[in-house]
């Protein structure tokens, strides 16, 4: 005897609300072998070998729940007929309760098939009969918190409606064969319930061992009354998992109360609005992951099937969004264990994500993480990451990439000109140890393996540090980790991450330096409004040649390379600027001086994060020594001047001076920066009574 208890199991669509769900038996009343059963599977009808309409004219006999509607959707038909203002409900129910038991022909199905089978005379004359039907049910918890906890008593809250004739004395049971659940009072009654009477009635009941999140605890209701009986299911989804969104306008995301971001499960078809920039969602899964070794794994995400996530964290308060908060217009927070793994590494994982309203900080999420070592062992080589599967092209076909320098992991649907860029990048030391693009098909399809995500996979991935950094045209995910970390009993480490939309690969980069910033700056959403400071030197390159590299630095990230101009009379040239190093903020550029005479620089940038312009200008000399005879350099305001005798050089060579302001001193500065066999001489004008003592000269 095949088929699927539709209690345990339940089919879709027949389980929806407002529907009357049909199951098929053989010619004696047996229930067919392929069909369903159970208390949802409200009526049955003859299924087995129906004789119905083939194709050419043609008839034959078929089988299946299939043949089995129609001959239900006639009877309603008829019933339709007969009551008009019938709703869709009270039809359904016209049906059931006239139907006959099928419990005497089905003995190991008894009391599991439903009202019975259908039966079109007593569906038009059976009348007096009430229809109790559950509508829904919720819980209330005894302390309050919205969890239902091991030894606590809960409150099982029903609604029941009555959809046909008035009831008296009406009694309800419930049941349940759930050896986690112990029910304190299963009883409750009516006096009577009229026809279209909605009423709700409490029941309580505990539960023996901790639940996880979205648990369904299965019970049986039995309603009595006057003339009628009648059995229902209730199948409370106890602690259902929490969603609560982030929204800072051009950027929406999900927390949930299981370590999960985006989804409580997978796009489509679980709670949470993704990870949505600009009102495209380029996320499939996302959430966090812990390890300290192949066994001691902890997340939430798809596992070795590669379908059903490692629901490994039990939340031990409820999930908040707090707006305005704190420090930022929105602030969730949620406290895990990871008590459902496997093998509990014993964290206490504390989450807090901050979104912000204002502008330039509204592309980005920060989360932060203070993961406590709950066990009575050191924790040894702990890693921290956050994995996300990207499917930013519609056909998932995604590119990946890792920028070391700003410890950041991102995919994007193009490489030439992006426009769509989903990042995770390390806000806190010591930055990303550890990342890889993952290739979906070969790494947690199973590829020829067929083994799904693996916990070796996990774990190698976790702490293999710098892995694959490109992928290109392929269904990809990203994981960003940091660590190790050794946490003694009672530690904790507090690690923090942003996760980031962008439009275009220069967005993205300012996105990361505002995500660093605010993290560097306690969340404070404050913008240093200066403009860059940058400061210019001139190298001779080689030395004493007309050849020389111009060097720019500045104090904060600028937007793009500065621009540097040098002109000289009417002729001007401006350099290409290029970055020395990915540290730091530093340029070069290419000059070649054209002959004596006074220079003219000038350098503009334009700081990345706030946008103000600087502009700075200055003067420098330039002399052209030529062997045999002396020549003389003066800085551009004539206070320091520097002779060079005609045998002090044996070829053409250039000579430098610039004169500037180093805080309250006067600096003047010549070259080139090499030796020369005979003496140069510098002369120097100064006002001595400012420079009454020696030390104040320096050379």
Known sequence: DDGTDNDRDPHFPSNYNHVLAVGSINSIERKSYFSNFGISVDVFAPGESVLSTFPNNQYGRISGTSMSTPLVAGIAGLVKTLHPDFT??????QLRVSAKSLDSANPQRAGKMGKGKIQALQALTVTGLPAIRVISSSFVDANGNGLIEPGESAELRTKFTNYLAPATNVQFTISTDDVLVSIKNGNASLAAMNTNDTTEVSFTFEVRDNLREGEVLPFIVDIRADNYTDRDVIDLIANPPQVLNHD???LQTSITSQGNIGFTGFADDSPGVGFVFNHDNYLFEGGLMIGTGVQTVSDCIRGADGQTQDDDFRPISLLSLISPGELADEEGEIVMVDSFATHPI??????????????PFTDFVIFKYIVENLSAETQNNLYIGLFFDWDINEDAQDFARFDAMKNMGYALNSIDRPTQIAATKVLTAPG??????????ADIY????GNGFTDLEKWNFLKDGIQTTTLDSTDVSTLTTTGPFNLAPGQSVEVAFAVIGANDMQQLVKNAELAQFLWDHNLIAILDTRPPVTTTNIFQNPAASQFAEIVVTADRTLQAPPGVDIWIDTDTTSLSMTKISPEGEAYKGSFEFTGSGTYTLRTRATALLNGQDSSQTRSFAVAEATPGLTTQLST?????????????????????ADAFKEETRDVYRFGPAKKFKVPLEIEIAYD???YRHPQKLFV
Do not use: C, M, W
């Open 88 to 93: 869709v409900d009270q039809l359904r129910e």
């Open 248 to 250: 800072t306008g051009p």
């Open 346 to 359: 014993g964290l206490k994982i504390s989450q807090k994500s901050y979104a912000f309203k204002v502008e």
């Open 432 to 441: 990303a140890t550890s990342y890889r693009s993952i290739n979906n098909p």
């Open 446 to 449: 199973g590829g020829t393996a």
């Open 636 to 656: 551009t305001d004539h206070k320091a001047r520097l002779y060079i005798p005609g045998e002090a050089v044996q070829k053409k060579t250039y000579f430098l």
């Open 688 to 690: 001595p009574v400012l």
